[in-house]
């Protein structure tokens, strides 16, 4: 299911970066996978409660982790962005500025 995806994508990203770019990219790197983690705990935050392996405190950390690490990278996010070589054209893309709290397909 959703959960092994998510595993398998996790280790996929730390095994793509193991050995990777130099020692000023690498915490870039960790933060980015960090917070990838932290989004998807957070996001079935519900069942891990309801199934005893988080407290309501653990809950709070794993948001307030997941704050810090915006907060960490928003400044860099032009420079992330340029990292991945992703073409301006679908930078500009009517999808790329969705907003999917209030998704609108025109």
């Excluded at 130099?22 to 989004?39: K, Y």
């Excluded at 982790?65 to 992703?86: K, N, Q, W, Y």
């Excluded at 790329?96 to 609108?104: Q, T």
Aim: glycine share 8%.
């Amino acid at each position: 299911g959703e959960a092994h995806a998510e595993r398998i994508a996790l280790e996929a990203f730390h095994a793509a970066v193991e050995g990777r770019g130099t020692a000023a990219l690498r915490p870039w790197l960790d933060a980015l996978g960090a917070l990838h983690a932290v989004t998807v705990l957070d996001r079935h935050g519900a069942f891990y409660l309801e199934e005893g392996y988080f407290d309501a405190a653990k809950s709070r950390a794993l948001r307030d982790e997941g704050t810090e690490l915006l907060r960490e990278l928003a400044p860099h996010a032009v420079e992330l962005v340029d990292a991945f070589g992703i073409p301006d054209v679908a930078l500009a893309a009517k999808i790329a500025f969705m907003d999917p709290a209030h998704p609108r397909w025109e």
